[in-house]
């Protein structure tokens, strides 16, 4: 969620660059002040990372041994070390890709500072239709005949002057019986031609109007 009050300060640059340069130690979350997420990257990945190439440094010994006159050498594994450094090192990788998705979401500026403020020079995204749909009942309103299996109707199946009369707390009613049976019939017009109701429904709707007059 965007909070648009809170000023920016963040760049997207700056954060983009600590992701892809010292993401393993969580520097770009330290940076957008998520400092719960930052440590564990720092821990899982950092220093996992540099725990595990010294693990594995360490665990590959050579020696020198004398055996009639002659010197010869040879290298000692040691297992246990090396097992677990490549540990170290498959926990360092499997943060790396959390790091990859932590710098798409970056760029494509989804993972925003932890007060929700957005980067500097960014402008909040327009919401699509899918993420202004809100429920409504329709069995509460008989002016909302197309509904879902659910009975509810979203605002972007109701027609737009059904849209803005709703936001502003309700169509006015008219001064007559006449005049607001006129009105309905007009909005299932609208509605059969919009292809929200079926001519079955419309009649349906049009003669239970007109049985009220």
């Not at 990945?45 to 020198?64: A, K, N, P, Q, Y």
């Not at 006159?69 to 170290?88: N, P, S």
């Not at 009105?183 to 299932?188: I, M």
Request: proline share 3%; glycine share 8%.
């Amino acid at each position: 969620m965007y909070n648009t009050s809170a000023e920016p300060t963040k760049s997207k640059a700056t954060a983009a660059v600590l992701a892809g340069l010292l993401g393993l130690f969580g520097a770009h979350r330290f940076y957008l002040r998520r400092v719960g997420s930052a440590v564990t990257q720092l821990i899982l990945g950092g220093i996992c990372l540099i725990v595990g190439l010294i693990c594995v440094s360490s665990s590959l010994e050579e020696r020198t041994y004398y055996l009639y006159y002659y010197y010869t050498e040879t290298v000692v594994i040691d297992e246990g070390l090396l097992a677990f450094g490549i540990v170290q090192l498959c926990v360092s990788v499997c943060i790396s890709v959390w790091v990859l998705v932590d710098f798409i979401r970056i760029l494509t500026g989804s993972l925003l500072p932890a007060d929700g403020s957005l980067y500097i020079g960014q402008k909040p995204r327009t919401q699509t239709a899918y993420q202004s749909r809100i429920a409504v009942p329709y069995k509460s309103n008989p002016d909302y005949t197309h509904s879902s299996s659910d009975g509810y109707v979203s605002l972007d199946d109701a027609p737009k002057e059904r849209l803005s009369a709703e936001s502003e707390g309700g169509i006015a009613k008219t001064a007559s019986q006449g005049d607001d049976a006129i009105a309905k019939l007009e909005r299932l017009a609208k509605l059969r031609d919009g292809g929200y109701i079926t001519e079955e429904e419309f009649n349906q709707k049009k003669q239970e109007i007109l049985d009220r007059m």
